[in-house]
């Protein structure tokens, strides 16, 4: 008797009665209420090695935890009796009107989540307007990511070889992508320890579509040899000058560093410490991201990343000066929940708690949201004196 097997219709009571095959459930994400939900669900389904590189950070993993623990140092403060029946997520950037003010973080490797991988999370990002950043480091290429019709951003790390990193970026521009992410955070990856106790290796057949060379053969660890192993601040103008597309920098933590990336011709920066993946110990995206956004006074765009898990964290970011956030590993543990499908639901649970926290605040427009919605947390008792 195998485990498939069920009582035949009709059979007598006095029939033995085999046990019921326990059903599987093919929706398992419809049952997930949080990110932090998606992101269990889908971790729990993944072998160890690939969970790991998904999830783990550098050395002790503190800015790992410190991303998301920051945002609890702020408070929201409601307004009241505010007309909230028409409520508004739309933000403008680089000239082109966002629904929500979420974008896709560029991310490694997506098919190790799912066989689908990036052209699953792009399809789901389309259908919803979203911007999908595709990682010089993706396990697809820029026609299977680009053809689902996805506004697409090309985040770049510059090679080794500088005709390789022009390739790319003449890559990214033919195949339509809207705006090129320069990364400086990443001259050589991380003390990323949970890679190394599981001697993690790429499984067969996903390869770095980008980067083919040496890299698909011997593993994650050997991104070191492909990648510019020092950047310069000459590299910055050297992307700037081989580009026609609106260059952001991302990986800035200091202002000053903001400030040279624009007065230099950058259009933006994104605030990030690459998920806690690089130096552990830096400041979190959004501790950095009001000392950024001060220093650029709204000279050029100001994203960030890293914690977002919750619209009311989308919601702050806004309020200290992001224009819009980008989101990543809850989307990459969508991916083994059920493709397209379960990323969809993931980017729905964050669109609907944002308008809900829109409406509930009394600021129902997120372009509106500014530092003066916000005290940090434990000074609300002095607020009004």
Same mark, same amino acid.
């Given at each position: ?7 035949? =219709? ?12 326990? =059903?599987? +459930? ?8 949080? #990110?932090?939900?998606? @992101? ?6 993944? *072998? ?34 505010? *007309? ?14 966002? =629904? ?5 973080? =560029? ?7 799912? *066989? ?17 950043? %595709? ?8 026609? @299977? ?5 996805? +506004? ?33 955070? !990443? ?35 050997? %991104? ?69 956004? +001060? ?16 619209? !009311? ?23 083994? #929940? ?35 919605? #916000? ?5 609300? *008792?002095? #607020?009004? +004196?």
């Amino acid at each position: 008797m195998t485990s498939s097997d069920t009582m035949r =219709p009709g059979a007598a009571a006095g029939d033995a009665t085999p046990a019921e095959a326990t =059903p599987v +459930d093919a929706t398992p994400w419809t049952r997930c209420l949080t #990110l932090r939900e998606v @992101e269990a669900a889908g971790a729990a389904l993944m *072998p160890a090695g690939p969970r790991a590189y998904f999830e783990g950070g550098a050395a002790d993993e503190v800015s790992l935890r410190e991303n998301q623990s920051a945002f609890e140092r702020w408070r929201i403060v409601p307004r009241m009796m505010v *007309p909230n029946t028409e409520r508004d997520q739309s933000v403008d950037v680089l000239g082109r009107r966002w =629904p929500t003010p979420v974008a896709i973080a =560029p991310m490694a490797l997506q098919r190790l989540g799912h *066989p689908d991988g990036e052209v699953a999370v792009a399809r789901a990002a389309q259908a919803r307007g979203i911007t999908y950043l %595709l990682s010089t480091c993706a396990s697809a290429g820029f026609d @299977e990511v680009t053809g689902t019709g996805v +506004d697409t951003w090309f985040q770049l790390y510059l090679l080794s070889e500088r005709s390789r990193s022009k390739a790319l970026i003449d890559q990214a521009e033919a195949a339509g992508c809207e705006a090129l992410v320069l990364t400086v955070d !990443t001259p050589m990856t991380g003390l990323r320890e949970r890679d190394v106790r599981f001697g993690y290796r790429l499984p067969s057949g996903i390869l770095y579509a980008l980067i083919r060379r040496g890299a698909a053969e011997r593993g994650v660890s050997s %991104l070191d040899d492909q990648i510019q192993s020092s950047y310069s601040w000459e590299d910055v103008e050297w992307v700037l000058a081989n580009t026609r597309l609106p260059v952001l920098v991302k990986g800035i933590q200091h202002p000053e560093d903001a400030r040279r990336c624009v007065d230099m011709g950058a259009a933006g920066v994104i605030v990030s410490n690459h998920g806690g993946r690089q130096q552990d110990l830096a400041i979190s995206g959004i501790d950095a991201l009001p000392w950024v956004a +001060d220093a650029l006074a709204d000279r050029a765009v100001v994203l960030m990343d890293g914690g977002i898990r919750r619209g !009311t964290d989308v919601l702050t970011a806004l309020a200290l000066g992001a224009r819009a956030v980008l989101v990543g590993r809850p989307i990459l543990f969508a991916l083994p #929940l059920g493709g397209e499908a379960a990323v969809g639901h993931t980017l729905d649970l964050l669109r609907n708690e944002v308008d809900r926290g829109l409406a509930l605040s009394g600021i129902p427009r997120a372009a509106a949201w500014r530092r003066e919605h #916000l005290v940090r947390a434990g000074s609300v *008792p002095g #607020l009004f +004196d």
